[in-house]
């Protein structure tokens, strides 16, 4: 089976711009979270969504914003980035019940110069 | 609070020793906790979970021990490995409401191999 699949890799953008990190999760998983990884405040909740609907938010800014479609992929977009927001996005998903056995992707690494 | 801890944020131990990795927790309302091991460029990986009406839980080579009267969870390896050489983090989730809730993690225990 295969596992939680994120894309890009790497990303490097400039201050202002946006951006559009895309996540599959493992077949059959209807729950699909993001969090966000820096050295400083360590793996912090972004959004949950199950089923197209979001289920759960984080303590992010609006721009920030995230959906899920029918086929349970996910999109997280940040627009007008700014410098903090460089570091490793994470996706995560699993079968249903909240954040139970959630598998990771590695992530996208976002670098805003 | 919300916030989960971890004692220390480096242990180091000697191949084939047994490890253990202390974390403390805030939120009396957490009924779930996670264990996961990130490698250097990969995400996190799930090790272990326990609910929180149990109080042991056994993998392989791998213990978790949640006590709750003191808010600590610990995760044991047994026999420890070049290949356990990771960072830990645990996670404790809060029920918001429903069957919803936010998985909070701690800022994780790096955990050095002697040979």
């Known amino acids: 089976k295969a596992g939680v699949t994120q894309t890009p890799r790497y990303l490097i953008k400039t201050r202002g711009q946006q951006v559009t990190l895309s996540c599959s999760p493992i077949?059959?998983?209807?729950?699909v979270s993001w969090y966000q990884q820096t050295p400083g405040q360590g793996l912090q909740f972004l959004f949950e969504?199950?089923?197209?609907?979001?289920?759960n938010k984080g303590n992010f800014p609006g721009r920030f914003s995230g959906r899920q479609f029918s086929n349970s992929r996910s999109e997280m977009n940040v627009s007008t980035l700014e410098l903090g927001d460089s570091a490793l996005y994470l996706c995560?998903?699993?079968?249903?019940?909240?954040?139970?056995?959630?598998?990771f992707g590695s992530g996208t690494q976002l670098s805003v110069l | 609070g919300e916030s989960v801890g971890l004692h220390l944020p480096t242990l180091s131990v000697q191949e084939g020793d047994n490890s253990i990795i202390n974390c403390a927790y805030s939120?009396?309302?957490?009924?779930?906790f996670i264990w996961y091991k990130q490698e250097s460029g990969k995400g996190p990986q799930f090790i272990i979970d326990?609910?929180?009406?149990?109080d042991k839980r056994q993998g392989q080579r791998v213990t978790v021990l949640l006590n709750k009267t003191v808010k600590h969870l610990s995760l044991q390896i047994a026999a420890t490995q070049p290949g356990d050489s990771a960072v830990y983090f645990c996670?404790?989730?809060?029920?918001?409401?429903?069957?919803?809730?936010?998985?909070?993690f701690g800022q994780g225990t790096t955990l050095q191999v002697k040979p």
């Open positions: 939120n009396s309302a957490s009924d779930y």
């Open positions: 996670a404790e989730n809060i029920r918001v409401r429903g069957n919803t809730g936010k998985l909070i």
């Open positions: 969504y199950f089923s197209e609907t979001q289920r």
């Open positions: 995560a998903s699993s079968i249903g019940r909240t954040n139970e056995k959630l598998f």
């Open positions: 077949s059959g998983h209807r729950s």
């Open positions: 326990i609910r929180s009406n149990m």
